[in-house]
């Protein structure tokens, strides 16, 4: 199992910019250093690893100390003021659990888990809800004793009479079921006055475990919504906590109230609003997921939380979400004036076992160190971050045909949830994970990792197979900066404006609006793109806009999913922009942008593309100039051809520019390889890539206004390919003939109709 | 799983031709009888799941068997040094524990 796990505070620096970095190290000490990523294909079909040494400020030995991760999020509002004098409390809010089978979990809390006092509505142990009071010594629960429905909403109320020590708990289904006996009341008696203040915070989905480097601790963590919680400091009767359940309550109510919070402000924000009056405002820790439907969404009256944000009233709790991991910092290394751009890493040893922590230099604004810039997919990579593709769900086997090959990292995530999921996996409570953070270790960003999902030899995903196109730049000697797409996010076009061509990855499958803009625009005057990748400029994303590397995805309503948002929750909460992928927004589907779009995929083999029409063009002669054969690419480290994984198709009625050609096709595909079902609105037979004309990889080029053109090869395999027989192959020379003619700065001629 | 049910997956042909394909190549197209049958014992949920675990990496795997989402995975006895060797023990003891169906190296 792994002892050594680290993340970095930013992953994109330039000179003078320092880079913090946090290491968990359960070995006594270990050893940091710096390396310029180059290749980091294991394999031994591959060409050799290379790392290169880089000496740095940070090099030396550094004492080893476990740092842990407090995953699960809560609401924390700081209001000792609110509860001075208070000993009655009536605690209430619309709930919608997700676990209730769960075991304890606190719904509203004021308790201190390190005293055992304090007072808390909770899923009670039996599924229903109940009331937990103590004061260190006398410790109550009483609970309804009729289990809650898992993803139903109910109105949740429970209340404590000091002067009469009389507990009540109150718990009514918003919709009744025939043969469902889940509403109902308890009462009961502790000793009045009992002593259940404490100096814990006020949690909502959460009690408080303490604090631990400036962290708080969040105990007994609630899976669900909770929607419109209120605070009274009195044991009011359930009529009164019934007319606390709207928006607008009397006076005489209101006098009472400590806090009564309004989810629906603030939804992109980490802000809940106290709207009592009382200013008992708090925050969200661990970024909860915000913009979800309330327990009065109706369908009627829009689909997005803007149109009327008083039906989103709730926020969803889980309890193995993670925001920033909170780490205290063991070094920090600041860019050297003068450092080459590129990728680097800090990789720590102790004892054998070795870690990566992966970063990019990218050269100072506005002063590009070269004409060429590899764009580095790093949101992609954040929506992977921590994948549990191979631990989570069992079919994954059917979608790879082939054995599920674990590896260490994964093995680790598997047992230690607390370092929070991917944009592919479920929380706990089976919702999908709308939200994917950098400030945590990301134990799939590295070199030297294995993933399930490419195919053999080398069996690599995303960042590790991204090295191919690295290692092949430079055993051309091509320079090249390396510049990180959330870079583009915030600097927009002005990023790429200086470079006569830019180079994707393998899959730059997720992007904001800026992203996409800033591409478009950058095609658009003059700029070569070359798209070495499948599936790319799919999904649209979303950034947060106070809180750094995190970004969201809401899959709605159609695409190659890995789960589907409730209605009513397709509009991201950072934005309130529509969420889902990008063809369905507005021409900006990738064949927009790259001639192509996502059609195909399967994991266990690939295929060589063959000459298509377009070869034949004298547009394309730069292209396969001093290249005989008729196919290309029968060959390659991922799945033993370039086409292959993830296969993009040139489809004139899904955005694809009419002047494009198509230089070459692949196929045919394994079985493996399926038809994807944005295409496919009846499911039918004849969908597989053994005889499915549309599971193919379209090779493809086409001129852009100002002397631009965009490359595209439509195929994650592709990458694979480029280092075969030590760079020397078919497909390696023709995307070398590629960037030399996009190098080159005259312009291309658009042509004639 | 009963023995009518793998004549439905594999529909006359020798079941014995069937394993000698799958020896012969682990990945990749398979005949349709053959892709039906390891479609079928590869549908096993998350728990259970015989699966390999890289413990070197592009040099030896383990066996395991899975036992759903966090939980720690059991290391069974097979260690192998090539994935086409590693496939083929999980194909047997599937064929085992599916069929009833004892196959030989």
Redesign the interface.
């Known amino acids: 199992m792994l002892k050594i796990t680290g993340y970095a505070d930013r992953v994109s620096a330039m000179p003078g910019d320092a880079i913090r970095f946090m290491i968990n190290c359960e070995y006594p000490d270990y050893q940091a250093s710096v390396v310029r990523v180059v290749q980091g294909d294991?394999?031994?079909e591959a060409p050799p690893v290379k790392l290169v040494p880089v000496p740095a400020a940070i090099d030396g030995r550094y004492p080893g100390r476990p740092q842990v991760i407090h995953a699960g999020s809560f609401g924390r509002v700081d209001c000792e003021r609110g509860f001075a004098g208070v000993s009655s409390l009536s605690l209430q809010a619309m709930i919608f659990p997700t676990t209730p089978q769960k075991g304890r979990q606190a719904i509203l809390s004021k308790w201190d888990e390190a005293e055992g006092r304090g007072i808390a509505m909770i899923v009670a142990a039996d599924g229903s809800l109940g009331i937990e009071i103590s004061d260190g010594a006398t410790r109550k629960v009483l609970s309804v004793g009729k289990p809650m429905l898992s993803r139903h909403w109910y109105f949740a109320a429970v209340s404590y009479d000091a002067v009469t020590g009389a507990l009540h708990v109150h718990q009514e289904p918003q919709h009744d079921f025939p043969t469902i006996d889940d509403s109902g009341s308890a009462s009961d008696t502790v000793p009045a006055g009992l002593s259940w203040q404490n100096a814990a915070p006020l949690l909502f989905a959460a009690s408080w475990g303490g604090e631990d480097a400036g962290r708080t601790i969040g105990r007994a963590l609630y899976n669900g919504k909770i929607d419109r919680p209120r605070v009274s400091g009195a044991s009011l009767s359930l009529a009164d906590m019934q007319a606390l359940r709207g928006d607008l309550w009397s006076e005489r109510l209101g006098g009472a109230l400590i806090g009564a919070w309004d989810f629906s402000r603030d939804i992109p924000g980490i802000r809940m609003d106290d709207v009592s009056g009382r200013e008992h405002h708090g925050v969200v820790v661990n970024m909860p997921t915000r913009g979800v439907t309330g327990h009065n969404f109706t369908g009627e009256d829009g689909m997005c939380w803007k149109d009327r944000p008083t039906q989103w009233s709730a926020i969803h709790f889980h309890d193995d979400d993670i925001y920033d991991a909170g780490w205290q910092v063991d070094f920090s290394l600041t860019i050297p004036e003068g450092m080459k751009s590129g990728i680097y890493a800090v990789r720590i040893e102790a004892e054998g076992e070795e870690q990566f922590v992966t970063f990019v230099v990218r050269p100072p604004r506005g002063k590009p160190g070269s004409k060429l810039a590899f764009l580095f997919p790093l949101a992609t990579y954040m929506a992977y971050a921590n994948e549990?593709f191979?631990?989570?769900?069992?079919?994954v086997?059917?979608h790879l045909?082939?054995?599920?090959?674990?590896?260490?990292h994964q093995?680790f995530l598997?047992?230690h949830?607390e370092y929070g999921h991917s944009l592919y996996d479920l929380h706990?409570d089976g919702s999908g994970v709308c939200y994917s953070s950098r400030l945590r270790p990301v134990l799939n960003l590295r070199p030297?990792v294995?993933a399930n999902h490419g195919?053999?030899?080398s069996h690599l995903w995303l960042f590790n197979a991204d090295t191919h196109i690295t290692s092949w730049l430079e055993n051309f000697d091509q320079d090249y900066d390396v510049i990180t797409d959330e870079d583009l996010h915030a600097e927009g076009h002005g990023l790429l404006r200086d470079y006569q061509t830019v180079v994707t990855a393998t899959h730059p499958e997720y992007y904001t609006k800026e992203m996409y803009d800033a591409v478009h625009r950058y095609t658009h005057g003059g700029g070569r793109l070359i798209y070495l990748g499948g599936n790319g400029f799919y999904w649209r994303i979303a950034y947060h806009a106070t809180q750094p590397g995190i970004i969201e995805v809401r899959r709605s309503e159609g695409g190659s999913r890995a789960w589907e948002p409730p209605t009513g929750e397709y509009y991201h909460s950072f934005t309130g922009e529509y969420g889902g992928m990008w063809r369905r927004q507005g021409n900006r589907s990738p064949n927009h942008l790259v001639g192509v779009g996502f059609t195909a995929q399967g994991f266990?083999?690939s295929s060589p593309y063959r000459r298509a029409e377009g070869a034949a063009d004298p547009r394309a002669a730069f292209i396969l100039e001093g290249i005989e054969d008729e196919i290309l690419g029968d060959f390659g480290l991922t799945g033993g051809g370039a086409a292959g994984m993830e296969l993009d198709r040139h489809d004139v009625s899904v955005g694809s520019p009419p002047h494009s050609l198509v230089i070459a096709s692949s196929g045919p595909h394994?079985?493996a390889h399926v038809f994807v079902v944005e295409d496919m609105l009846f499911n039918f037979m004849g969908a597989t890539g053994?005889v499915c004309d549309k599971v193919r990889a379209d090779l493809v080029f086409f001129e852009t206004p100002q002397g631009g053109a965009v490359f595209s090869v439509g195929s994650i395999a592709y990458s694979g390919a480029l280092p075969w027989n030590n760079f020397d192959n078919n497909i390696s020379k023709l995307t070398l003939n590629v960037l030399r003619r996009f190098m080159d700065p005259t312009p291309f001629p658009m042509p004639t109709s | 799983m009963a023995k009518q049910d793998l004549e439905q997956l594999i529909q006359g042909r020798d079941l014995n031709e069937l394993v000698a394909e799958f020896r012969a190549k682990?990945?990749?197209?398979?005949s349709p009888a053959l892709?039906r049958l390891i479609?079928r014992i590869?549908?096993?949920?998350?728990?259970g799941?015989?699966?390999?675990?890289?413990t070197k990496?592009?040099e030896e795997?383990r066996l395991?068997q899975?036992n759903g989402?966090?939980?720690?995975?059991t290391l069974l006895g097979g260690i192998y040094h090539d994935?086409n060797d590693?496939?083929w023990a999980?194909f047997k003891l599937r064929m085992k524990r599916h069929f009833d169906i004892d196959l030989q190296d």
């Open positions: 294991t394999a031994p549990h191979g631990t989570n769900d069992g079919l086997e059917l045909n082939r054995a599920l090959v674990l590896h260490p093995q598997n047992e949830r706990s030297k294995e195919a053999g030899p266990d083999q394994t079985e053994d | 682990t990945t990749g197209q398979h892709q479609n590869r549908s096993e949920p998350m728990t799941k015989l699966a390999l675990l890289c990496p592009h795997w395991v899975m989402r966090g939980k720690p995975m994935l590693a496939e999980i």
